[in-house]
């Protein structure tokens, strides 16, 4: 069974109006899916009504993790299973630790967050990305509204983001 996507796409040149029109379109109810630009824009994440991201969150986990492993490692082997004095040191001296904790610490929160980040982004080395216009690779910034999220009609969407200052507004159509 194949379900078809709908869209309606707004293309713009300037950022300035992208930011203006993102603000008038959720004004008037329209839900956006999702920005698309060649570069990164103050603001957009704000005026598109992101939550903070819990990446971070998640880095610290994976960071607390690492340490704990590191240090549970380091002490098992040089406390119990095979110890050794060295350099006139305890079994188990911290000191001598540091190192190796904060390289398993920094090792473990940088994989733990590649790993987190492209499980929440749908990431997977199998799926054929959709690409809403093929000038966002370039000097474009494209609007997309997904029409079945919105209780509006498509002529009526057309409507308000040409209003905003699109250049365009294009239909785009995808089969799952």
């Not at 069974?1 to 293309?11: A, D, R």
């Not at 008038?24 to 570069?39: A, H, L, N, T």
């Not at 994440?45 to 340490?67: C, H, Q, S």
């Amino acid at each position: 069974m194949e379900k078809n996507k709908h869209y309606v796409l707004g293309v713009y040149d300037d950022e300035d109006v992208l930011l203006s029109a993102i603000e008038k379109v959720r004004d008037s109810g329209v839900k956006i899916q999702e920005v698309y630009s060649p570069f990164p824009v103050h603001g957009i994440d704000d005026a598109l009504g992101y939550k903070k991201t819990r990446l971070p969150i998640a880095a610290f986990l994976f960071g607390l993790l690492g340490t704990s492993l590191a240090l549970i490692m380091q002490v098992s082997m040089l406390g119990f299973d095979w110890p050794m004095i060295i350099g006139g040191k305890d079994f188990v001296a911290l000191p001598p630790f540091v190192p190796v904790t904060f390289e398993l610490t920094v090792l473990l929160a940088a994989l733990g967050m590649v790993g987190t980040f492209m499980i929440v982004s749908d990431l997977k080395p199998y799926k054929k990305p959709r690409l809403m216009d093929i000038r966002i690779t370039d000097d474009k910034h494209v609007m997309a509204i997904d029409l079945a999220g919105n209780t509006l009609a498509k002529e009526d969407i057309k409507k308000i983001v040409n209003a905003t200052g699109a250049n365009e507004v294009n239909d785009k159509d995808f089969e799952d």
